[in-house]
């Protein structure tokens, strides 16, 4: 079966984003040794799962990025990966290689789970992830954590009901100053 990996950026203190959605905290332009880290994890999947607010702010982006410089690795492969936009407000897709979904959650993962391929891959939505955390959905989790604080945001997991622990499978400081901590839930 194949495997919901999680991707996402956060502050030392666990936000993903600020009270208002703000990311001006993220810093872009990751150093060649993380970028080859999150690179190794788009190579492991096949398929690129997003909310639809997160699609519509980065997919554009990395279409016109492989279109402007079809030898960059990572934007190439994020305009041609199959991407799953989980919606309940988008009819059709302007994205390439892009399926529009409006099922039930936990189904449509369950569903994606079976099918054959290499690893299923989320890059984070606060809300999205939230709902995927909520119904415990994710198998790995692999936080860009950036060397930055910030006095009120929101987490990945204000779903949570109880408390959720992990394995950790590696942790890593690259030469940019962020961290990445890398866990397997465990449901016990």
Known sequence: MRKLKLQMQM????CVAGRNGEKDWMTLNPDN????????????????????KTAETILKYWE???????????AKKIASIHKVVFTSTL????????????????????WLKQQNGKDLLV?????FVSSLVKE???????????PTAISTGVTAFNSLKEIQRFTPIQSRLYSGGKTVLSFKPRYD
């Not at 302007?94 to 993962?109: A, F």
């Not at 890059?123 to 809300?127: A, D, L, N, Y």
């Not at 415990?136 to 950036?146: A, G, K, P, T, W």
């Open 123 to 127: 890059f984070g939505g606060v809300s």
């Open 33 to 52: 040794e993380l970028m080859e880290f999150m690179s190794s994890l788009l190579e492991t999947s096949d398929t690129l799962l997003l909310g639809r």
């Open 91 to 110: 009819d059709k897709s302007t994205w390439n290689n892009t399926t529009l979904t409006k099922g039930n959650l936990r189904e449509e993962i369950a």
């Open 11 to 14: 502050t030392i203190n666990g």
């Open 136 to 146: 415990r959905l994710i198998d790995e989790y692999h936080f860009i954590v950036n």
């Open 64 to 74: 016109d990025t492989a279109a402007e410089n079809p030898t960059h690795p990572f």
